[in-house]
Structure formats: C-alpha cells, structure tokens
C-alpha cells in the first residue's frame, strides 16, 4: 500500500528567511504524482505546487519549489522568503493515475507539517 | 467563479443519529471527492464521484454513503452516528479525469457527535 510520511509535526521560519519541508513515500508504481496543499487556519485547502513523477525537472511555483528524489522516493518542499502569509499546516499528498471509469485516483495524504513564521 | 461551497458548515449531533452533508462543485467541474480529517488519523479520502456514478471508495464501513447529482452536486450521508465520526469532512472538486488535475477543496463541514 502506498503510503506518505512527513517527519516534522512542527517547523518555524524568521520571515524573509528559507525553510524546507520533508516528504517521503513509499509506492511501487511508476508513473504517479505529487502534490504539496497548505491549509491554513481557516481551513480551506489549496493546492502548492505538483510533480509529475515521469519529469525529471522539479516544479517551482514563485516562492515555493520541491526536490524531487525518485530513486530516493522523497519530496520536500522549499518556500524561499518566507511571509507571514505562508504560516500553515502542509500536507504532501500522492496519487496513482487511475484510468477506468472517469476515476482520477484519490489522493493519500501525510499527516501534515504545521509551520510558524516569526517576524 | 465560486469556489466549493459545503453546507452545513457546523453540525452537532448524538450518537445513533444520521447526517447528510452536501458539496457544490465549482461550476463545471464534474469530479467530486470527499475526505474526513481527524487529528489522529489525518486525511482520509471517502470516496469519489463522476457523472453520478461512484468511481472509487476509500476504506471506510458502509454506514458512509453518497452520491452526485445530475448538476454535479454531491452529498454525503453518515448512518449511526459514533463518537469517532466527529471530524472535519472535506469536499473536493475537479475539472477532469486527468490525474494531475488539481482538487479544488470546500471549506468543510465540522461534525461533532455527541
């Protein structure tokens, strides 16, 4: 079964100061993908950044990129100048394609990590 | 365009009871999940529909049910409410099929069994 472990329960950042979050996961597929969501207090969640497993090149979103491990099977997120915006909970979640019946595969989440940022 | 609406946004209920909770996509979207969020066990995906048909199912007893509407709404039901049930549930929904489509999720709904 696949599964996804996030390490750290609990980060904090100084503002305009750079922190990464670890990911890892364990799977036996080959083609899947990747996704870091934050939550923030008011719960909505949004979504961070994507890999595509098959790409080697790693996603960066502005402020925020990921090293993408394959071999290593690990995922950790990068958010560069930090903001006081940034403070939330973030998930890694990963999903195998699913291509029967209209399913687009479920996204299995890690427990979280819930960043602070100091001023 | 809207985001994901879900409503109610808080519930209360005692045990043995039954709740129905209800998601609208973003207009178009045709792809809608649910999840449960606990403390200790984290996000839990429910499961998923498309064009009023479920396509996946998580692990959860068969007291969580649902289903999809023709204008993609979705509604989730609980039977038999327990303690454990307490939880935020999530909605989330999608344009497509495609597998590195995001999930756009709703607010939630806070459930506390009583």
């Excluded at chain 2, 403390?39 to 839990?44: A, C, D, F, S, Y």
Aim: hydrophobic share 30%; glycine share 8%; aromatic share 12%.
């Amino acid at each position: 079964a696949q599964t996804v472990t996030q390490s750290q329960p609990e980060m904090s950042v100084q503002e305009a100061e750079t922190v990464t979050l670890s990911c890892t996961y364990d799977t036996s597929e080959s083609d899947y993908y990747l996704f870091w969501y934050k939550q923030p207090p008011s719960r909505q969640m949004i979504l961070v950044i994507r890999q595509e497993a098959y790409k080697q090149q790693n996603a960066t979103e502005n402020r925020f990129s990921v090293n993408f491990q394959k071999a290593a099977k690990s995922f950790s997120l990068k958010i560069s100048d930090s903001q006081l915006g940034d403070a939330a909970m973030y998930f890694c979640a990963y999903r195998i394609p699913v291509n029967y019946g209209g399913s687009q595969g479920n996204l299995i989440f890690g427990k979280g990590t819930k960043l602070s940022v100091k001023p | 365009k809207a985001g994901v609406t879900q409503t109610p946004r808080y519930l209360i209920k005692t045990r043995g009871q039954q709740v129905t909770l209800s998601c609208s996509p973003i207009s178009g979207h045709r792809s809608v999940s649910w999840y449960q969020q606990t403390p200790g066990q984290g996000l839990q995906f429910l499961f998923e529909y498309f064009s009023e048909t479920q396509r996946n199912k998580g692990n959860f007893p068969g007291r969580f049910s649902g289903r999809q509407f023709s204008n993609s709404r979705s509604e989730m039901n609980v039977s038999t409410l327990e303690l454990g049930d307490s939880a935020l549930y999530l909605c989330a929904s999608s344009s497509g099929t495609a597998s590195y489509n995001e999930q756009f999720f709703g607010p939630g709904t806070r459930l506390t069994v009583l």
